[in-house]
């Protein structure tokens, strides 16, 4: 049997009058198409003693929810990124390529670890042309048009707000 809270409830209530409305819309296109010698859409019906829904309190389903095992839910490692800053000195310690779907777009991801191990990461959308103060056309302008490479290497933040970017590469202290 489906546990539903009361708010559950009432949106399914929502869900079966808008089913309701379609199913009438549909019967009376039905009739006006046969008049029409046109051929009928198809129907569906839903038996009503087929639908079995228990109400319980939001507490109760609440309960019922908190004594699932912690088996159940994955264990996930968050990393927060800390954005890029002016005046960030470090290491490149990482950099991939990843395609982000739900905006159809290519980002080359970029970390830089400070000498204090704190990491910090952004993305530098990939486009076949960038200027120079855009963020991608920051760093290859200092590191090289090949983000294979850049890895390892230590860079400085010089400028980093939108529009005016640069990035320098610079050496290692000793």
């Not at 949106?11 to 010698?37: D, M, T």
């Not at 019906?45 to 507490?59: D, Q």
């Not at 968050?78 to 390529?97: N, Q, W």
């Not at 530098?124 to 090949?146: C, E, H, I, M, Q």
Request: hydrophobic share 40%.
């Amino acid at each position: 049997m489906l546990m539903v809270s009361e708010t559950d409830l009432s949106f399914g209530l929502h869900i079966f009058a808008w089913l309701g409305w379609c199913l009438v819309a549909r019967r009376g296109s039905k009739e006006s198409a046969e008049g029409a010698g046109k051929e009928p859409e198809i129907e569906i019906e839903v038996p009503r003693e087929e639908i079995a829904v228990a109400v319980k309190p939001v507490s109760e389903v609440e309960s019922a929810v908190s004594v699932m095992p912690p088996t159940s839910i994955p264990s996930i490692e968050v990393k927060v990124a800390r954005p890029f800053y002016e005046g960030l000195e470090g290491v490149v310690t990482d950099v991939s390529v990843q395609y982000f779907a739900n905006i159809n777009a290519t980002g080359i991801m970029i970390e830089i670890t400070r000498d204090d191990g704190e990491t910090f990461s952004e993305s530098l959308w990939w486009r076949p042309y960038v200027g120079t103060k855009s963020k991608l056309g920051a760093f290859a302008n200092a590191l090289g048009s090949d983000y294979s490479k850049w890895k390892g290497k230590r860079v400085r933040i010089v400028r980093w707000s939108p529009g005016d970017r640069k990035v320098e590469e610079v050496k290692p202290p000793r």
